[in-house]
C-alpha cells in the first residue's frame, strides 16, 4: 500500500475517533479510489472549486464522507486543524454525512439515504451536457445502493440522454451479496446503454488508466467503473470483523488500528 494511501487510513481514523461515529470498513474500501480522482483525473482544485467548468465528485453512498475529508485535506482544500475538534458536533458543518449547505466549494451533495446521489450526478451532467461545459461528474456509489429503483432509474435517463460527461463508479466491496445476489453489475449496466471497466479499486495505476480511458469516449454512452474492493481494506482487524461496519475507535482502538495501517 502506498504512503498516501497509509496517510488517508490514518486520518479517517483519527476523525472517527474523534467524532466517535463512522462506517470504517466502507471508508477503507473507497479511499484509493477517491483519491486517485482528485490526484490524478478530475480537473479541480481547491481555487476552481466554484468554477463553473470544474469537475463534480457526488457522493451517492453517503457513509464515505470519512473518505472524502481527509482527501480534501491533503489536497489543501480544509486543514485537519480546521475540521479534528468540531466534526460531528452539534451545529458542525463537518457533519458525518456531507451536507453542500454548509459549504460554498468542496462539497458538491447532500449525502443520506442511499439512491439520492445517482439521480443528483444525472442531473449535474444532463444540465452541464445542455450548456456544453467541459465538466465531467463523478459519483461514487456503494454495491449495495443498487437495490434501490432510484439508481436503475438514472441509468434510463443517463442513456437516454447519452451523457458521455458522467462516470458512475460503483465500490464493489460486496456488502450486499450475503443478502442479495446481484448478478452481473457489467452485464446490467452494458444492457443500460453504459460503457462499463472494471478494475483492482486498490491499484491507483490500474483505476487511473481506466479512468483516463473512459474519460476520452465521446461517443454519447455514459460511463460506469466497477471497482472491486475489499472492505476495512488496510486493516486486518476491520476486514475479518464486521463490527467495523458502523464502529468508531477508543483511543486504545485508535493505536491499534494506526500500527496496522503502518504495517499494511
Known amino acids: 500500500m502506498t504512503p498516501i494511501s497509509k496517510t488517508l487510513r490514518k486520518e479517517a481514523l483519527f476523525l472517527s475517533h474523534k467524532c466517535q461515529d463512522g462506517n470504517l470498513q466502507s471508508v477503507f474500501s473507497c479511499l484509493d479510489v477517491v483519491w486517485t480522482l482528485y490526484d490524478r483525473i478530475m480537473n479541480w482544485s481547491p481555487e476552481t472549486a466554484q468554477d463553473d467548468d470544474r469537475d463534480f465528485f457526488i457522493i451517492s453512498k453517503g457513509q464515505a464522507t470519512l473518505a472524502l475529508y481527509p482527501v480534501l485535506i491533503e489536497k489543501g482544500m480544509f486543514s485537519m486543524d480546521e475540521i479534528a475538534p468540531e466534526i460531528g458536533q452539534f451545529k458542525s458543518r463537518y457533519c458525518i454525512q456531507t451536507d453542500l449547505t454548509k459549504f460554498s466549494g468542496g462539497i458538491e451533495n447532500n449525502a443520506g439515504s442511499l439512491?439520492?446521489?445517482?439521480?443528483?450526478?444525472?442531473?449535474?451532467?444532463?444540465?452541464?451536457?445542455?450548456?456544453?461545459?467541459?465538466?465531467?461528474?463523478?459519483v461514487l456509489c456503494g454495491d449495495g445502493e443498487f437495490c434501490e429503483g432510484t439508481m436503475w432509474e438514472s441509468c434510463i435517463f443517463a442513456s437516454a440522454k447519452k451523457l458521455d460527461n458522467l462516470c458512475v463508479i460503483i465500490d464493489d466491496n460486496d456488502s450486499v451479496g450475503a443478502m442479495v445476489d446481484m448478478g452481473s453489475f457489467h452485464a446490467k449496466l452494458t444492457a443500460f446503454g453504459f460503457d462499463v471497466f472494471e478494475v483492482n479499486g486498490h491499484d491507483m495505476e490500474e483505476t487511473e488508466k481506466a479512468l483516463r480511458e473512459l474519460r476520452g469516449m465521446k461517443n454519447g454512452k455514459p460511463k460506469a467503473l466497477i471497482a472491486h474492493t475489499v472492505r476495512g481494506y488496510g486493516s486486518p482487524t476491520m476486514t475479518e470483523h464486521d463490527i467495523w461496519?458502523?464502529?468508531?475507535?477508543?483511543e486504545a482502538e485508535l493505536e491499534m488500528l494506526v500500527k496496522e495501517v503502518d504495517a499494511f
Open 115 to 138: 439512491g439520492h446521489g445517482l439521480p443528483f450526478a444525472v442531473g449535474i451532467a444532463n444540465a452541464n451536457l445542455i450548456k456544453k461545459s467541459p465538466s465531467q461528474v463523478y
Open 245 to 250: 461496519f458502523h464502529k468508531a475507535p477508543n
